[in-house]
């Protein structure tokens, strides 16, 4: 039952391997940035780092996406994730247990007790969800940059909000992305964090889930001719509720594959 978790565990017997994941956690790099950073610190070879690439890669902790002749690295933690939920998550409460009663010791000096009636502990839960999808819209990155910044209202789904209020984002670093529902009321989703105009557009925050959750939001447009490329990512982090992937999912399906490109058409 748990042969499934051994290329994992080969990927992450390697220190160079370990050495890559660390990298991508900052941010995703291409083959050659990989290369140049691990080869310095390890003494590795561009060969050697292909190799633990394509050992990664066979274990399902990156990603990979082509760009023209550029090879685009993603970590992704689901992998990582289902280790915690089989390897460690089950031995938490007899951690916190354990702490718990040292905790119990120091403060009551050791005074014997005779009976323990009743026991909590705080069971820590950690969960993560990525979505990733790519669409090709026929409008150019400028009209398509505007539209996830400046129109957002006019395509996000208002179900999608706690109040159907307007969806506002404000398109500078460190401004906000937020519903808007009259009279200072609203609620606060995400933070710009990184900003290329026309090319890029990243987001932290909970995205209306209940908190508390770690969040990032991606939009990365890439010319094709006369149309545009999106690739949206969504990555979260936290105790998330059972099914949120699900639901999150068909939400951003319905927005970025339909709702948005229809508002393109409709507009021009």
Known sequence: MDEEFTPI?????????????DLLRERPRTTGEISGEISSHYQVSRFAVMKHLAVLEQAGLIVVRREGRERWNHLNAVP????YQRWLKPYE????ASLLRMKHFVETSGERQDMMTEQTTVKPQFDFMQIEMDVTLQASPERVFHAITHDIASWWDETCTYKRGKMILEPEV?????????????????????????KLLEIDGHMGMDQPIQGFVRYELVPQGEATLLKFTHRAAGKLRAGIQETYTEGWTEMIKGRLPAFLEQSK
């Open 9 to 21: 565990w080969k990927a992450l017997a390697d220190p160079s391997r370990r050495a890559i994941l």
């Open 93 to 96: 409460a007899q951690w916190a």
């Open 80 to 83: 990582l994730q289902h280790i």
């Open 174 to 198: 460190g401004k906000r992305f937020y519903e808007d529902c009259g009279n200072g009321e609203g609620s606060l989703f995400g933070t710009v964090t990184l900003i290329e105009r026309n």
